[in-house]
């Protein structure tokens, strides 16, 4: 089985930088994604890390240790727009071929002016 | 850019009654996903498609089924609603074959409550 943890609530700044972290334990790693969740609409594709290291996007950046089972999001010059749920999710090698996903229970981000 | 839509934002049943709720999407993508989302739980899988006419269950498949007639449709029916079953549905469709990112793209969602 496996199981993903995520911080439940998290408030920064407009402007700062803010880590999301999540942790998790699976019995087959196959790649790590997070995506993006405003109020009342579908969740959007941030970031997939599959490899160690850091996956930099714009102000958005994904870092991966496979060893240690943890993965942060890192958010820069924080926008009012950012406010929204951070969800992390792992694929799993059970099968591949129909990309099965499991999900954290998500983070959500308030920035404050 | 790639759509998933599905056919209702908000439903309103009662309970034992059978609900159908539909997706499509406008990719032509092999799998297909059914998530519930709760507070606190996140997304959890119901079933999940990938190919027309299969499908394999998810983690929480009990008090549902699923139909796919074709590749674009994906319909989520529960047959005898119950109030536990009250929470947002997501339906989400991916490619395989694109190196080994194979994205999920979500519906917008349907909040269903049974009452």
């Known amino acids: 089985g496996q199981n993903i943890d995520q911080p439940t609530e998290m408030t920064a700044t407009e402007g700062a930088i803010v880590q999301i972290n999540c942790t998790y334990q699976t019995s087959g790693f196959n790649g790590l994604f997070w995506y993006q969740q405003h109020a009342g609409e579908a969740p959007t594709f941030l970031s997939y890390n599959v490899l160690d290291g850091l996956e930099e996007k714009g102000r958005f950046s994904s870092f991966l240790s496979r060893s240690k089972g943890y993965s942060y999001l890192l958010l820069k010059e924080l926008q009012m727009k950012d406010s929204a749920s951070y969800l992390c999710?792992?694929?799993?090698?059970?099968?591949?071929?129909?990309?099965?996903?499991?999900f954290g229970g998500g983070t959500r981000l308030m920035v404050k002016p | 850019d790639v759509k998933v839509t599905q056919s209702s934002r908000y439903l309103v049943k009662r309970t034992g009654e059978k609900v159908f709720l539909e997706c499509v999407q406008d990719?032509?993508?092999?799998?297909m996903f059914w998530y519930r989302q709760d507070p606190g739980l996140g997304l959890r899988l119901i079933y999940f498609?990938?190919?027309?006419?299969?499908?394999e269950k998810g983690d929480i498949p009990e008090g549902y089924s699923v139909s796919r007639e074709k590749k674009e449709r994906f319909s989520l029916i529960l047959e005898s609603a119950s109030t536990n079953q009250t929470s947002m549905y997501l339906c989400?469709?991916?490619?395989?074959?694109?190196?080994?990112?194979?994205?999920?793209?979500f519906g917008a969602g349907t909040r269903l409550s049974v009452l």
């Open positions: 999710a792992v694929r799993d090698s059970r099968n591949n071929a129909g990309n099965m996903l499991t």
């Open positions: 498609s990938y190919d027309v006419k299969m499908k």
């Open positions: 989400a469709s991916s490619p395989v074959g694109q190196g080994f990112k194979n994205i999920q793209y």
């Open positions: 990719m032509d993508h092999e799998n």
